[in-house]
Every structure is written in structure tokens, then in C-alpha cells.
């Protein structure tokens, strides 16, 4: 066991130490756009609900700490939601956030114009719109349930991004950009709900999603 940690130690000395070589200089920072989809749903303790796929777009700016670790905030326009399946009726849950996300990221050792990174960092979810979706018709009363439920809906959501960049690096400076991440929600989306006297247990159902993103820098 000894000799393998310090295997491994070396290992990571070789590697950090190749890394500066393909990663940009301290000081610089590069800013740019990037969408794609977003393959969302929401987890509860007996497991997750089905995804809803739809969307995700915002802008970020990137800032070299040295020539390993970069730091980089963004904001985010994120269509999440779940849907529920039972036969062949579907609910399709929609809810919309701005996330402000600021990610810690580490360039790992590449070619020379291509720049890998991972990163992880928390995100801060503030509610913009929400809706639901049916694929058939429903009495008035049970809208009228799903809109008492609705109003439990949080404003905010908080959790975590785990990204993995591959970046093109361009002759004039720019950079494309291929970003497989995932989001985590650590709150609740809902609050519990109380009707009369009886209160309905809803704050394990929590955001998880999983976004295939492509951009531009500059």
C-alpha cells in the first residue's frame, strides 16, 4: 500500500507538472456563450423520476489563477423539470431557473491546442416561471390540486455543478468549447404542504440533470 501512494504521488507530480506547459497564462481570462440540452428530472429517497429533456444557455467569463487552476463564474437559463408516467398518461413538469454558478476548474495535460478541464463548483437557482403539461384531459379539480401543490414550489435552488470541458484552441485566441456536466440540487424543490391540520411530507424530491453544452470564448 505504501508503494502505491507513493506511485501515485508521482504520478500526479508528472502530471501537474505537464500541464502548465498547455494551459494559458496567469492573469488571463476569457469570456463567451455556450447552449445545448438539458436531460433533467428530480430524485427523492426511493429513487428518480423520469427525465424531461429540454434546455440550457447562458454566458460565463473564465479567469487564470496559475497555469493549473482556473475560476470561473456563469450564468445559466435552465429549463428543468421531470416527468411522471403511469400507462400511457404523462404529467410534465416544467420549471425555470437562472442559476449563477462558480466553478473551480483544473486544466489537465493535452495537446497542444486542445485544452481539457474538470471543475466543480455550487450554483444558486432563482425560479423564473413554472407549468405543468398533461397528455390528456383532467377534471378542473385536479388542476385546481396541482396548482395548491405549485404554490410550495421554492424560489431558490441550491446545489452543485461537476463539469468536464474539452476546449479547441483557436489561431486568433478564441476557443470552442464542449462541456458534459452535471447539476445536483442539494434543497428541496418544494415545501411541505399543509391542508387543515394534516401536513404532506414533500422536501425529498430535490433537481439532478445532466447537460451536453456547446460554446464559443473569446
Given at each position: 500500500?505504501?508503494?502505491?501512494?507513493?506511485?501515485?504521488?508521482?504520478?500526479?507530480?508528472?502530471?501537474?507538472?505537464?500541464?502548465?506547459?498547455?494551459s494559458?497564462?496567469?492573469?488571463?481570462?476569457h469570456?463567451g456563450?455556450?447552449a445545448?440540452?438539458?436531460?433533467?428530472?428530480?430524485?427523492?429517497?426511493?429513487?428518480?423520476?423520469?427525465?424531461?429533456?429540454?434546455?440550457?444557455?447562458g454566458?460565463?467569463?473564465?479567469?487564470?489563477?496559475?497555469g493549473?487552476?482556473?475560476?470561473?463564474p456563469e450564468v445559466?437559463f435552465?429549463?428543468?423539470?421531470?416527468k411522471?408516467v403511469?400507462?400511457?398518461?404523462?404529467?410534465?413538469?416544467?420549471?425555470n431557473?437562472v442559476?449563477?454558478?462558480?466553478?473551480?476548474?483544473l486544466?489537465l495535460?493535452?495537446e497542444?491546442?486542445?485544452?481539457?478541464?474538470?471543475?466543480?463548483g455550487?450554483?444558486?437557482?432563482?425560479?423564473v416561471s413554472?407549468?405543468?403539461?398533461?397528455?390528456?384531459?383532467?377534471?378542473s379539480?385536479?388542476e385546481?390540486?396541482?396548482?395548491?401543490?405549485?404554490?410550495?414550489?421554492?424560489?431558490?435552488?441550491?446545489?452543485?455543478?461537476i463539469?468536464?470541458?474539452?476546449?479547441?484552441?483557436?489561431?486568433?485566441?478564441?476557443?470552442?468549447?464542449?462541456?458534459?456536466?452535471?447539476t445536483?440540487g442539494?434543497?428541496?424543490i418544494?415545501?411541505?404542504?399543509?391542508?387543515?391540520?394534516?401536513?404532506?411530507?414533500?422536501?425529498?424530491?430535490?433537481?439532478?440533470?445532466?447537460?451536453?453544452?456547446?460554446g464559443?470564448?473569446?
Open positions: 500500500m505504501k508503494r502505491f501512494s507513493v506511485s501515485m504521488v508521482i504520478l500526479m507530480a508528472v502530471i501537474l507538472c505537464s500541464s502548465a506547459g498547455y494559458t497564462e496567469k492573469g488571463e481570462f469570456y456563450i455556450k445545448g440540452p438539458n436531460f433533467s428530472t428530480a430524485v427523492a429517497d426511493e429513487g428518480r423520476l423520469n427525465f424531461r429533456t429540454a434546455g440550457a444557455f454566458a460565463f467569463m473564465s479567469y487564470n489563477l496559475s493549473l487552476f482556473q475560476v470561473q445559466m435552465m429549463m428543468r423539470g421531470w411522471e403511469a400507462g400511457g398518461l404523462t404529467l410534465t413538469n416544467k420549471i431557473y442559476d449563477l454558478n462558480l466553478l473551480l476548474k486544466v495535460p493535452t497542444k491546442r486542445v485544452q481539457t478541464t474538470i471543475g466543480i455550487p450554483y444558486i437557482g432563482m425560479k413554472n407549468s405543468y403539461d398533461f397528455n390528456f384531459d383532467v377534471p379539480e385536479f385546481d390540486a396541482m396548482d395548491i401543490i405549485y404554490d410550495q414550489l421554492k424560489s431558490t435552488d441550491v446545489g452543485m455543478v463539469s468536464s470541458e474539452m476546449n479547441i484552441l483557436l489561431e486568433n485566441g478564441g476557443m470552442i468549447i464542449f462541456d458534459l456536466r452535471g445536483v442539494m434543497t428541496p418544494f415545501d411541505d404542504l399543509t391542508i387543515g391540520e394534516e401536513t404532506f411530507s414533500m422536501t425529498e424530491l430535490k433537481n439532478m440533470g445532466i447537460q451536453i453544452l456547446v464559443y470564448a473569446f
